[in-house]
């Protein structure tokens, strides 16, 4: 390493000068990646140091190459192997693998194994045995994995976040586990797990009350008793609840969520078709101040009387869906502002009702300052043309969409919905 002429001319080394620690406080200054990644390109001690202090990584490999990175890497705190969904390579995450990362990474707290389909539950079971410090796992779409690979991961981390979206060997047994194992769990995903009763969720919520966000889209066997378990036991905690197409979800189910989580933020009851007025009235009055985030597409018995409610009483309103609610009028828009505060409503998706106009639009521009996006597609009264005859005049910021195919943009609402 070059020298350098101090104040009195004589001729230094950083290396000789600065201390393990000294460097070490230089690299936490670093902000971005590729600044990190220069620091360890100075010299093999400042290529150690970054290596020993690097908190993520994202990698594909197998079983050599993850020994040399835990021997490299020996402070790892985050590790994300997953697949692409549409994209992956042969014969991918194994076991195997796991079997070194159980090994190796001991630090390890957070771990993304997504879309790794070759993982089954001798993998877990490495996992739980090994990684007694893991706060969070996702091995959504995961499909081998069972109840019995996950009892060892509740039996032996310390979890707080567990994603088995995809995961349709999961049952009540499991959710057993946690709660006798997982007092702690404050994020847990179960979309699509379909073996998934009323009954699991009322044992899972009996040991597991600080949930925070609980996520069971499409399990076909959850219904307003399993909802009326979680509201009571998680009133304190729960903000986010996701029942996307839980068919059997009515009115008891938000009755109750209105009842005991005062502090919800984000509720998504799309596809929830016995959902009425009279249930979203109540969850409006009791989380008006809270709600943050509300999916209601697909429910059709939904009318202009609780939208209108949802628009002037919910101030920290950022996004809503009410794609297909095929009786909504323009009507539903009249009261926006009507309560003294200003709209903060980012995000709005009004596709497929054919009963909102160029009016109603034009009355929610007037209310809505902030809107980002908004979609009308198949609004056969809302079209490009009509909104220019009708003079109205979108936000700089907003997107809108009135082509009947999906966008990019539709991914960045789903992101907060």
Known sequence: MEKLENSEGIRVCINENLTDDELRAILSKLKTDKD????????????HLQSTERKKLC????????KKMAARFTHLIELDLSQSSSRSFFPGVTDSDLAVVAHGFDCLQILKLQNCKGVTDAGMVALGNGLSYLQSLDISHCRKVTDKGLEAIAKGCNLRSLNLAGCKFITDKLLQSLAENCSSLEELGLQGCNKITDMGLAILVNGCRQIKSLDVSKCNNVGNAGVSSVS??????????????????????IFSLAQSCKNLETLVIGGCRDISDESLKSLVLACNHSLKYLRMDWCLNVSDT???????????LEALDIGCCEEITDMAFRNIGSEGFESRLKFLRVSNCPKITVSGIGVLLEACKSLEYLDVR?????TKVSCYQAGLQFPDCCKVNFTGSLSELD????IFL
């Not at 197409?245 to 008891?252: H, S």
């Not at 609780?306 to 920290?316: A, G, K, M, N, P």
């Not at 198949?378 to 809302?382: G, Q, R, T, Y």
């Open 378 to 382: 198949s609004c056969p009264n809302v």
């Open 232 to 253: 009571k036991a998680c009133s304190s905690y729960l903000l986010t609840f996701r029942l996307l197409d839980c068919y059997k979800i009515g009115d008891d189910s």
């Open 411 to 414: 991914a960045v609402v789903d």
């Open 59 to 66: 990698a594909r490999a197998g079983p050599l190459m993850l």
């Open 306 to 316: 609780s939208l209108s409610c949802v628009l002037s009483q919910c101030r920290s």
């Open 36 to 47: 990190k990644e220069g620091f360890g390109l100075v010299c093999k001690r400042w290529l």
